[in-house]
């Protein structure tokens, strides 16, 4: 996010736009927590994870009284024009709150999972799943060594979008994503294949909200049919979230500031700036956060191919 900011900040100085960080989320709309922003005050921030103006989520920013509050610090700074960061969650505000306020806004996504409509990929996931893979190429020494079958869980409540990526790119031996159902003596069957294939250990990869359960009580189940293998259980969790953004994330969000703000420019408002075949698109808010994005259907099938 903090690429995001850098470039937003500058494309405005660069069209001559004065710029204002709002700390803390919506929080920090209620509250006024507004800062003048200039090219120095986001000079080495690129390379650092995370987002230098904090993120915090607002239960009273989803009440009349809370947006009201909003929109009266907003008019009183002088603000005509807001950029939202986020994923779903921080677009639903943005979206219900230019309806109401008639306020111009577009969004950036930032989010690990990928899940938004109207974006080939999301700032965040290039990272996220760079992070998933050295997580996986590291356990693959000790199950080599061990003679061991480990069960990888990486992000991806409703999307498997960093479960396949990680998963293909870890080689692992199978991977469940919340799109697909496998059972598990589907899993088991490709378990015996690998070992007919004389594989010593094997890896695999699961998404947090794979309709098969959590990496766990998928290892719990395997367990009892399956004991040739010591099973183990690696839940990746936050570190996914942190970390040095990877190169291609920088780019991505520099585009996608660039573009936010001439979008805004040219009178776009109630959209989600992003990149699709290359190529900067705006897309409607209510859209990108309504309209499910397809799983890499391509991907999933070398997946399969080469999970052998």
Known sequence: MNAAIRAVVRACIYYE??????YNGYGGLITGDFKNLGARSVA???QLGGTILKSARSEKFKTPEGQQQAYDNIIQDGIDALVAIGGDGTFTGAAEFGKK???SIIGIPGTIDNDLYGTDNTIGFDTATNTAVNAIDMIRDTALSHNRLFFIE???RDAGFIAIRSGIAGGAAATIIPEEEMSTQQLIQKLKQGATNKKT????VVAEGGKSGSAMEIAEQINKDFPDYET???ILGHIQRGGRPSCYDRLLASRMGVGAVEGLLKGKKGTMVGIVNNEVVYTPLEDAITIEKNIDTEALRINKILSI
């Open 17 to 22: 736009k004065e710029v204002v960080g709002i």
């Open 201 to 204: 250990s094997s890896l695999v």
């Open 154 to 156: 990486v992000m991806g």
């Open 44 to 46: 080495n921030i690129i």
């Open 101 to 103: 306020f008639k306020i």
């Open 232 to 234: 183990k259980v690696t």
